[in-house]
């Protein structure tokens, strides 16, 4: 059997039911709770590491959406946030545009571009699309630097943003505030994505990963949904650079290298492939566990990221999604 | 016209280096049909034993082959320790493992030598060669040792009865197990060939870029649309993609106005696209039927 087939060939992650790619109502709202009790008792720069959680998480998701749900991957993800954090930061410091509006048009934009770059992928599967993304992140910082586009995007020294404050004459820190605008929009990007992959064009996407030639026999268009779920994800993933470059203050080329798309890509397999809510558990890893590595020795995060990822693939392959199983089990006994 | 003569040598020699690269990733995309994602920062670790032992005091030529050794041996090494036992994994799962590996590598090579660059030095010096002034010896070196390595390769591969084994292996795995073959082994076999084939790579482009932990990523892309472009079935394909690569990077760079030295990673992606998308088994690769 050649290993050029489709990702999902082991049976453990297909035959798990369709409902669990989100969580139940009961933990759901736990969930929420805790998340908007959060920051009631933390410190500014914690509620900050906490806003880069759910950013991150977001772009998480994205990744997860095309990977759990259409079955491609890429590791080009940081190529798609570079470019929504770029548009939100000119539209803001360039243009003067309200914050909150740039990031539909990040959205859009990246949409676009992911669903253009998804039409020749069309023709990649496997390695070949893991490939072309690779690539893809690797140019990108050579792409921002351009000295055409300098006089928007500050060439290699980047663009500083203002920080937004709270409207209404709020009490809230800026921090504060910026970490709840941020859920906001993430709960509503979860709810919408739970419900896309519900829905007849998430079946669709999902049938193309466990068997594409099987999809395309039932009628499935499999290059408008491939495609589609390209540039869905990178939409996704744009709107999280724009909120990222609001809440960082800071665009530059070299925030966004290989190594964001490497972070990106490990939070998914962590959070568990196609368990939406495990990527904020991804997220809340890859935010994390760099800052304690460091902690011990400075340049030591890629090996401890390494080695964690080792680790996961051969004792935890599903991720987070695998312990929350054994948790629920337990509960399930309890019960009776 | 001394400019594209110029221009054209330069290509080929640094081509020679993707070509080495491009060699070394058609040598482990043959045994476990993936695309090895840590080659370049194997490669890149290989030269950092390579500068330590000269470091020493060990003559060049002497840490040349006890490098090659070192990572041949490394290469098996990290195929029975990580690749084996994922064994029939997805596809996610092998990117996830050079992704870790990548990512190990990087971090360690940093951690022992740090980041700083550091000179590497030439085996066959920096002065003109044969006196013309269109390429230099160790460009001509380069190129040199390139060939010389994929004709030790054809001879390897086409009469030796391993070099045969490993090609039936890697194109009928379980017909080679029926008649007696070692496969597992086999991977293993073009894993260190794999490691060491890069060694060179690294040693031979580590005095053109300097020596750092992250030297060798521009050039594992590069040696990505090498592969991509001669086909990831054949090894000759492979080398020739290399030189058309580098030859390609060096003419865009000179005659295509507003490309310079900015452009020429998003080039090699443009390159591995356009080549993907038109012919997707390469210039000389062979179509893999699918069945249902």
């Not at chain 1, 909120?243 to 290989?258: E, H, N, R, W």
Request: with cysteine.
């Amino acid at each position: 059997m050649s290993a050029l087939q489709e990702i999902v060939e082991t049976p453990p992650i297909e035959t798990t039911p369709k409902k669990y790619m989100a969580l139940g109502t009961y933990a759901s709202v736990v969930v929420v709770v805790l998340l908007c009790a959060a920051p009631l008792i933390a410190k500014n720069f914690v509620i900050f590491q906490m806003t880069m959680v759910l950013i991150y998480a977001i772009a998480v998701l994205a990744l997860n959406i095309l990977t759990g749900g259409s079955g491609q991957f890429s590791l080009g993800q940081s190529a798609f946030y570079a470019l929504g954090a770029y548009t939100s930061a000119i539209l803001m410091e360039v243009f003067g545009v309200n914050y909150a509006l740039t990031l539909p048009v990040a959205g859009g934009i990246c949409f676009i571009a992911g669903y253009l770059f998804g039409l020749p992928a069309l023709r990649l599967s496997g390695i070949y699309l893991a490939l072309a993304t690779f690539a893809l992140a690797t140019a990108m910082p050579q792409l921002l630097k351009l000295h055409y586009f300098e006089a928007w995007t500050g060439g290699v020294q980047g663009l500083v943003i203002t920080k937004p404050d709270a409207p209404f004459g709020l009490p809230l820190s800026q921090d504060m505030w910026l970490y709840y605008f941020v859920l906001v929009v993430s709960m509503a990007i979860y709810v919408a994505s739970v419900n896309l992959l519900k829905s007849r064009s998430g079946r669709a996407m999902m049938a193309i990963r466990d068997n594409e030639i099987a999809a395309s026999a039932m009628g499935v268009d499999v290059a408008l949904y491939k495609t589609l779920a390209f540039g869905v994800s990178a939409g996704i993933t744009g709107v999280a650079g724009g909120l990222g470059a609001i809440a960082v203050q800071f665009v530059a080329p070299d925030s966004y290298t290989i190594q964001l798309a490497i972070a990106l890509f490990l939070g998914m397999v962590v959070g568990g492939v196609g368990w939406l809510p495990g990527s904020i558990v991804g997220a809340a890893f890859i935010v994390f566990v760099p800052n304690i590595a460091e902690h011990f020795s400075k340049g030591l995060s890629g090996a401890v990221f390494g080695l964690i990822l080792v680790l996961i693939i051969f004792v935890l392959p599903h991720g987070s999604r695998q312990i929350a199983y054994t948790v629920q089990g337990w509960f399930h006994k309890l019960r009776k | 016209m001394e400019l594209l003569l110029n221009q054209v040598l330069a290509g080929i020699a640094t081509g020679a280096i993707y070509a080495c690269m491009a060699l070394a990733v058609v040598m482990i995309y043959q045994a476990i049909d993936h695309l090895n994602f840590a080659q370049g920062e194997m490669a890149m670790f290989s030269t950092f034993i390579a500068w330590q032992m000269l470091q020493w005091g060990v003559p060049y030529w002497g840490a040349f082959v006890l490098t090659l050794a070192l990572s041949f041996a490394g290469g098996i090494v990290i195929e029975r320790a990580l690749f084996k036992p994922l064994g029939n994994a997805p596809v996610l799962t092998h990117v996830a493992g050079f992704i870790a590996l990548f990512a190990i590598v990087n971090s360690v090579a940093g951690l022992t030598w740090d980041f700083t660059i550091k000179q590497f030095p030439s085996p066959f010096g920096s002065s003109p060669f044969l006196g013309s002034q269109l390429i230099s010896t160790h460009q001509a070196g380069m190129i040199g040792v390139t060939l010389v390595l994929l004709l030790l390769l054809y001879f390897f591969f086409q009469f030796t009865r391993i070099g045969l084994a490993m090609r039936a292996a890697a194109a009928q795995p379980e017909s080679a197990r029926l008649v007696g073959i070692n496969t597992s082994w086999m991977v293993a076999l073009g894993w260190g060939m794999a490691a060491a084939i890069g060694s060179i790579a690294g040693m031979l482009i580590a005095p053109v870029v300097f020596l750092e932990p992250n030297m060798m990523g521009g050039v594992l892309i590069y040696g990505f649309a090498a592969a991509v472009l001669g086909g990831l079935s054949s090894p000759l394909g492979a080398v020739i993609g290399g030189f058309l690569v580098g030859v390609f990077e060096n003419l865009a760079g000179t005659y295509i106005p507003g490309v310079g030295n900015e452009l020429k990673l998003p080039i090699a992606l443009a390159l591995i696209v356009t080549v993907l998308v038109v012919k997707p088994t390469g210039l000389f690769g062979r179509a893999i039927v699918k069945r249902v």
